[in-house]
């Protein structure tokens, strides 16, 4: 308790940052989730893993001293160093403390046994404003293209240049609140939290993480197009209504049901090739 809260009053700053961006900037509104959900993850196996406590030194002190070679690099004034940028290395100093004084104050074995809640704590790291204006034009190149595959399945002739589509009578292009930036890192975590919940097998876990961001692309591509669809073919309201720009909740929704579904057949698969766990008694 002591270790996190000398982070805290030493690194106020960023964390109040941090808060901010995540509130004000759909690109990080998945920050807020963060540490309630690693928090909830170590407190449910908590009395089973108190037999198994012992501070580790050896481990924990050099980590926490990596936390402060990388706070360090702060202070640098270098033109590469942005404030954006100071603020993801700050936050990484930050979280990286807290494992070390973890780790520290409980041991490699419960630092093992709890291993996703400490790793899940790296996204209260913010990307960097130009990693994440990448991830935004891929998520809109990803949408344009999923939409034209949406139209042509639909038999509706469609030509695409670049992030703009075009079909008879209309012409549509992808911007950026088209990504669905906040909608496909929400979707990323809660496949995260889901797989760690649900699954057991390694492969289970890492193809539902490797699926959700293709099925982030596939649910904008599905907005785009229901929406367009609605207004070219009932009524043109639909192009500037209330689906268009509070609708994507009902996508969202649709999207977590596939990935529900894709979840039950993993966990199917696992239940019939993998042994049934053995109870054991957790001993030091």
């Known amino acids: 308790m002591v270790l996190f809260s000398v982070s805290v009053v030493g690194a106020w700053q960023p964390l109040l940052r941090t808060l901010k961006l995540a509130l004000e900037n759909d690109g990080y509104t998945h920050i807020l989730l963060i540490l309630p959900l690693a928090v909830t993850f170590i407190c449910v196996d908590w009395k089973q893993l108190q037999p198994i406590l012992r501070p580790s030194v050896g481990l924990g002190f050099p980590i926490l001293c990596l936390a402060g070679v990388i706070a360090v690099l702060t202070l640098s004034h270098t033109p590469w160093m942005t404030g954006d940028l100071r603020l993801t290395i700050s936050m990484l100093a930050l979280v990286t403390w807290w494992v070390g004084s973890f780790v520290l104050c409980f041991g490699t074995k419960v630092a ?3 291993l996703f809640p400490l790793c899940f704590l790296l996204w209260m790291v913010p990307i960097p404003f130009i990693a994440l204006n990448r991830i935004v034009q891929c998520l809109q190149q990803g949408s344009a293209s999923a939409t034209r595959l949406l139209f042509t399945t639909a038999g509706v002739p469609v030509v695409q240049d670049g992030l703009s589509l075009t079909i008879p009578g209309l012409t549509v292009e992808v911007a950026q609140e088209c990504s669905s930036i906040r909608s496909s890192l ?13 699954l057991r097998s390694p492969w289970g876990k890492s193809l539902v993480i490797a699926l959700a961001v293709p099925l982030s692309v596939a649910k904008n591509g599905l907005r785009i197009f229901t ?8 009524d043109p309201g639909f192009l500037t209504g209330r689906l268009h720009h509070d609708g994507g ?36």
């Open 249 to 284: 909740v009902v996508f969202f929704s649709v999207t977590l049901v596939a990935l529900f579904i894709l979840l039950c057949v993993l966990r199917r698969a696992e239940d019939h090739s993998l042994p049934s766990p053995v109870m054991r008694t957790v001993g030091p």
């Open 186 to 198: 929400m979707l990323l975590v809660t496949a995260m939290v889901l797989a760690q919940i649900l």
């Open 112 to 114: 093992r046994a709890v």
């Open 227 to 234: 929406i367009v669809m609605l207004g070219t073919r009932v």
